[in-house]
């Protein structure tokens, strides 16, 4: 249904009217304010925001791209340690191969500084407490150890002590667990978190003092510092190599990543002693030298056919497993470094070089005065006696300075050129050089050119005194008329086993004919004569079966301390069996002062008793037959 009603219309709306501004409010005393923009605020804050987020994205580039190098190789660096993998060092044995020297097992005791900082430890003194725990253990200084431990960051390594026993290592291990324990309940820190241990072996020589002198020693470094430790060091030492591992809390992280270089161990070198003989020369030495309350003394056993030294003996010895016991004056190879005047040992190349000249011969008769009148001085010998009718075979049976400087004239026919020929001869038989050895240490002696001789050593050096060797070099002299007059330089060293297994013996001897062979056969008997002859003053050195070759000597000794004559050098030197010779033995004692001090009464007995030994262990029989009975006197009724 529609409505006729219209519909309703709206009132016309009136236009809204204009808004006034607001009046500013003005504040008491009539100044006006304005509120503050915020857009410029909000720039500075943006701007201020920027600048932030752009300092941290430029040092994030830095970091990682730049720098990241650098700071990869200063994480690794914390992460990782290297240590070093010392070589075994190489055994030296015998030459049958008996051990005198090898290894056992050992280790090196490490720290890292950096895990002993108060940031890893809780301890503001950790280096201190730590010190004071190790240094009973390991035998060291605590002060020093303390040095070590706080020696970050100079130091990520540092070695507290060398070569120690697993023992040692094991107590320890024990603190390091018990202080563990402790620092998990909060009692205490662990200040021993950062000592670990490096496997190192140790030094060992099994037969205690036998040859020390020869082997040497090894210094707390573990080189060689003595002997032919020093001599062969380079060979016994090997090569070290290296092992780099992760760490994490001062422990080694087993599923990490390990580099490793191999060390290569030291090569076994064999020397030419047997240890046997080695023993009986060393216990005949020390037993006389403390009979005779001497300096000290040395006994040497040379194969004459090849020159190789089968023992080397020094008394009073050392035990290189313990220097702290031993006498500074013991160190060493006195045998080898001891220059002294051999007396009337030397008196053998006098005679070789009259024989071999063909000045005369065993039996050229020699008138032997009481006294002799020669430049600025008189010459006796050992026992005031008469006129003596000796062979030139009588002279060194009787062992007579006189008929020796009397002999030795025969060599020239000036004085001049006796003295040439004699230098000569005794140059050739080695006198006044090195052996060839290359032992430390070891002296040539003194020989002074003829031209240099003065009025007394013209006259005393045919008989041995004016000059001065080591007992080696005596030793060759008697081994090189052993040997058919051929000198054989002395050897020690067989040859070296290196890593590869491989032997590689020492270079062949060399080889110098000094006289000829009919000399040395002439005076091996004459040498026969001096222990056989009841003359002879080497009667104690005869050895029941075998022939024996030898010369007694008694000289003034040099004292090394003031320069002047004191006391006497006694020896005996010779070798057997004397028609077949197989071993020389010498023996010298320095400055015996209880009982007798001539060479054939105290180095008599003990050549005997190591020759006797030697050729037993060689197995060298007696040949079975007599010696030639040479002249010792003449009658001048007869003649």
């Not at 035998?139 to 507290?160: F, H, M, V, W």
């Not at 020093?230 to 780099?244: H, M, P, R, S």
């Amino acid at each position: 249904m529609s409505s006729n009603v219209p519909p309703r219309r709206r009132p016309p709306q009136r236009p809204a009217p204009s808004r006034r501004p607001a009046r500013p409010v003005t504040p008491a005393g009539g100044a006006t304010l304005r509120l503050g923009k915020p857009r410029p605020r909000l720039r500075l804050v943006s701007l201020a925001l920027t600048l932030v987020m752009l300092t941290f994205v430029v040092r994030l580039l830095q970091v990682q791209a730049v720098d990241a190098s650098a700071y990869a190789t200063k994480a690794e660096a914390n992460r990782y340690l290297t240590a070093t993998l010392a070589a075994e060092r190489g055994t030296i044995t015998d030459r049958d191969g008996v051990d005198l020297a090898n290894t056992v097992d050992a280790y090196d005791i490490l720290a890292d500084p950096m895990l002993f900082t108060a940031a890893e430890t809780d301890a503001d003194d950790a280096p201190q407490q730590a010190a004071e725990l190790l240094a009973p253990i390991v035998n060291g200084d605590e002060k020093t150890i303390a040095k070590q431990l706080a020696n970050y960051p100079a130091s990520r390594n540092e070695i507290i002590a060398k070569q120690q026993s697993p023992q040692v290592w094991n107590q320890i291990k024990d603190l390091q667990s018990a202080l563990a324990d402790k620092a998990a309940k909060g009692d205490g820190a662990n200040v021993l978190l950062g000592i670990f241990r490096q496997a190192h072996s140790k030094r060992v020589y099994p037969n205690g003092d036998l040859a020390a002198g020869v082997i040497g020693f090894v210094n707390s470094e573990g080189k060689g510092s003595g002997g032919l430790e020093q001599q062969f060091n380079t060979e016994l030492a090997g090569k070290d190599g290296t092992i780099t591992y992760a760490q994490s809390g001062g422990r080694r992280i087993p599923t990490a990543g390990v580099r490793e270089k191999a060390a290569e161990p030291g090569a076994t070198v064999e020397l030419t002693l047997n240890r046997d003989i080695q023993w009986a020369a060393q216990q005949a030495i020390t037993e006389q030298v403390q009979e005779s309350d001497a300096d000290r003394g040395y006994v040497i056993v040379q194969d004459t056919q090849t020159g190789e030294i089968l023992a080397m003996a020094n008394a009073p010895g050392y035990d290189p497993n313990d220097l702290s016991k031993a006498y500074s004056s013991a160190l060493g190879n006195a045998a080898l470094t001891d220059a002294y005047e051999p007396g009337s040992v030397s008196k053998l190349m006098s005679m070789a070089a009259v024989l071999d000249t063909g000045a005369a011969t065993a039996a050229t008769h020699v008138t032997v005065p009481g006294t002799l009148p020669r430049a600025d001085r008189v010459f006796h010998d050992d026992v005031d006696h008469g006129t003596w009718h000796l062979t030139l075979n009588g002279v060194l049976a009787k062992s007579s300075n006189i008929g020796t400087i009397l002999a030795a004239e025969q060599l020239g026919k000036t004085q001049k050129q006796a003295n040439s020929v004699l230098y000569s001869y005794l140059s050739k038989f080695g006198i006044g050089q090195h052996t060839g050895l290359g032992f430390p240490g070891e002296t040539a002696g003194i020989l002074a050119k003829p031209q240099d001789w003065n009025a007394s050593q013209q006259y005393t050096i045919p008989f041995g005194q004016g000059l001065s060797l080591n007992a080696l070099q005596a030793t060759s002299v008697y081994s090189t008329i052993a040997n058919g007059g051929v000198r054989i330089e002395p050897t020690l060293v067989r040859g070296t086993t290196g890593a590869d297994g491989r032997f590689v013996p020492t270079a062949t001897p060399e080889q110098t004919r000094v006289v000829s062979e009919q000399t040395a056969t002439t005076l091996s008997r004459m040498l026969e004569s001096v222990v056989g002859d009841e003359q002879g003053t080497g009667i104690k050195a005869r050895i029941a079966g075998y022939r024996v070759a030898g010369k007694t000597g008694t000289a003034n000794r040099v004292d090394p301390e003031t320069g002047l004559y004191s006391g006497y050098t006694a020896s005996f030197m010779g070798f057997a069996p004397a028609d077949k010779p197989r071993v020389t033995v010498s023996c010298v004692i320095q400055n015996p002062t209880r009982g007798s001090y001539f060479g054939g009464q105290i180095c008599g007995p003990v050549f005997k008793k190591v020759m006797e030994f030697a050729l037993k262990s060689l197995q060298v029989p007696p040949t079975g037959t007599k010696a030639p009975s040479l002249p010792v006197e003449w009658n001048p009724s007869k003649s």
